[in-house]
């Protein structure tokens, strides 16, 4: 029996999974301007109509594209090293690993599977995405904070939206924020009436993982 993406369409070969990797390939090679139901068609290799049996509209395939990427995150990483399993309690077993580690490892592997792929990131980035891949990562990240760290489940949202804002700031922010101020707009600014931006702007730049998880633990260590 078919599952439900491998459902039967006008065209036996067809699947879900099939016009997801063909939408994927169309948004690496156009980006978002040249995304579309067509262009998806096209791309697999038939009719439009057979394209709708599976993404009717375009905020479908739009949801469907991005939360399959998400999908493809390793959410095992949450888990501290040798767990025995996602919902082992704080205090259970032997020492458990620092969740700081923990934390910074899955980040991460995060900023290394979006930043090899910008197109789907500007996709994430336009609409919030609803989906099995979405709610496996959220329910992942609450259940870290609620099992490894005690936090109750308004504390643990927070910090979940937090991480998830955070990571698309830093995408969009990041490269811009790592190169070097231009010695001429720097000249023209009156850095002397700005003196702690001025020298702020003189310390290296800090790992950019130890920003998320000092606001988290308040640790300046980390």
Do not use: K
Not at 175 to 198: F, G, K
């Amino acid at each position: 029996m078919d599952g439900p993406g491998r459902r039967r369409g006008p065209r036996g070969d067809l699947s879900r999974e099939a016009v997801l990797a063909a939408a994927e390939r169309v948004l690496r090679a156009e980006g978002l301007a040249g995304l579309s139901l067509r262009a998806v068609a096209r791309e697999a290799g038939t009719a439009p109509n057979a394209v709708y049996t599976y993404v009717p509209t375009m905020a479908a395939l739009r949801n469907d594209l991005a939360d399959a990427f998400l999908a493809r995150l390793d959410l095992d990483l949450l888990l501290p090293e040798g767990s025995r399993g996602p919902d082992q309690p704080v205090g259970a077993g032997g020492p458990p690993e620092d969740p700081r580690e923990t934390l910074r490892r899955f980040l991460q592997h995060v900023l290394e599977h979006f930043e090899g792929s910008p197109r789907l990131v500007e996709l994430l980035a336009g609409q919030r995405v609803v989906g099995a891949g979405a709610l496996a990562l959220h329910e992942a990240l609450l259940t870290f904070f609620e099992n490894r760290l005690g936090w109750d489940l308004a504390r643990a949202a927070d910090a979940t939206l937090f991480l998830t804002e955070w990571v698309h700031g830093h995408l969009v922010l990041g490269p811009s924020n790592a190169q070097p101020l231009d010695p001429d707009v720097a000249r023209r600014a009156d850095l002397s009436a700005h003196p702690r931006s001025a020298a702020a702007l003189q310390l290296p730049a800090g790992a950019a993982l130890g920003l998320p998880l000092r606001a988290l633990f308040g640790d300046p260590a980390v």
